[in-house]
């Protein structure tokens, strides 16, 4: 069963850099048929595609957020990783990564999310 | 880039039929696909592909597609049914994902 679970600090002080990592674990990140995402929710607000993407480094980016946001993956590890740079309060959220089909785009198992509070 | 545009909430009692709307362009090209989200918890795939209901989905979920609109019917709601629901789609190249901004599902 493949399980993803992300780590990482779960308060950054605004305007620092929100670092995640996902960790993919019972099935390979280097998978021709998927992409890895990620995906944030404001608390009480709704879902968010932050960006995507592929083992061989290929990245797609939410163009709302393209200017702030890098995604990595180390194979090596089976993760792959977030950062979004000069945060402000409005990037307080829940964030989850998730795998993403190829042919039918969706997300089809999600990590169980991770709250991050940005806040001086 | 595009939207996907659901209303914010819907309300039923038990053992009625919910219908829950999205619509946007990419819609007439693309598929939607549908997610149903429970308080505190990660979103769980409902439909793909429209119509399709992935393995361990209750019979009650369905989804149809008329042009510009998608529509994923409820029927039969039960009290666990009550949830926020959301839309997704992507673009022609399947690299850019969106999502509706959810509806609230209350089950009266």
């Known amino acids: 069963q493949l399980q993803l679970q992300e780590s990482g600090p779960g308060l950054v002080k605004p305007p620092e850099t929100l670092s995640l990592t996902c960790t993919v674990s019972?099935?390979?990140?280097?998978?021709?048929?998927?992409?890895w995402g990620w995906i944030r929710q404001p608390p009480g607000k709704g879902l968010e595609w932050i960006g995507s993407i592929y083992y061989s480094g290929n990245t797609y980016y939410n163009p709302s957020l393209k200017s702030r946001v890098t995604i990595s993956v180390d194979t090596s590890k089976n993760q792959f990783s977030l950062k979004l740079s000069s945060v402000t309060a409005a990037d307080t959220a829940v964030y989850y990564c998730?795998?993403?089909?190829?042919?039918?785009?969706?997300?089809?198992?999600w990590g169980q999310g991770t709250l991050v509070t940005v806040s001086s | 880039s595009y939207e996907l545009t659901q209303p914010p909430s819907v309300s039923v009692s038990p053992g009625q039929t919910a219908r829950i709307t999205c619509s946007g362009d990419a819609l007439s090209k693309q598929y939607a696909y549908w997610y149903q989200q429970k308080p505190g918890q990660a979103p769980v795939l409902v439909i793909y592909k429209d119509s399709e209901r992935p393995s361990g989905i209750p019979e009650r979920f369905s989804g149809s597609s008329s042009g510009t609109t998608v529509t994923l019917t409820i029927s039969g709601v039960q009290a666990e049914d009550e949830a926020d629901y959301y839309c997704q789609s992507a673009d022609s190249s399947g690299t850019s994902v969106v999502f509706g901004g959810g509806t609230k599902l209350t089950v009266l």
């Open positions: 019972g099935g390979s990140i280097s998978s021709r048929n998927y992409y």
């Open positions: 998730a795998r993403l089909t190829t042919v039918i785009p969706h997300f089809d198992y």
